[in-house]
């Protein structure tokens, strides 16, 4: 199984920042792409950034473009998202995932327990 720890949530007000991390075991760290998901109460999980194996690519779903920044570190096995200037519907559970893009992005991998964002207005 893929473990992957997801951490760096919390309260912050509005126009705030945190930056959330994905750690994954040495033993489950694949050469894959990763992605970032968010799921709000009452809604469906969404997609919120992608990043290539190499960290040279990118992507972002329209509503946090240049505002949210996602990176990684492969020789510390872990994912990253900057977000910064935060709106109270950006409050979700955050969860990381492998993906693969088939028209959409597509996590494959199993999903860890998440970590909240709660935006403050």
């Known amino acids: 199984q893929v473990q992957l720890v997801e951490s760096g949530g919390g309260l912050v007000q509005a126009g705030g920042s945190l930056r959330l991390s994905c750690a994954a075991s040495?033993?489950?760290?694949?050469?894959?792409?990763m992605g970032w998901f968010r799921q709000a109460p009452g809604k469906e999980r969404e997609f919120v950034a992608a990043?290539?194996?190499?960290?040279?690519?990118?992507y972002y779903t329209d509503s946090v473009k240049g505002r949210f920044t996602i990176s990684r570190d492969n020789a510390k096995n872990t994912v990253y998202l900057q977000m910064d200037s935060l709106k109270p519907e950006d409050t979700a559970v955050y969860y990381c995932?492998?993906?693969?893009?088939?028209?959409?992005?597509?996590?494959?991998?199993?999903w860890g327990q998440g970590t909240q964002v709660t935006v403050s207005s």
């Open positions: 040495a033993r489950t760290y694949s050469r894959s792409a």
């Open positions: 995932n492998e993906v693969v893009n088939g028209g959409r992005w597509i996590p494959t991998g199993s």
């Open positions: 990043i290539s194996w190499s960290g040279d690519s990118t």
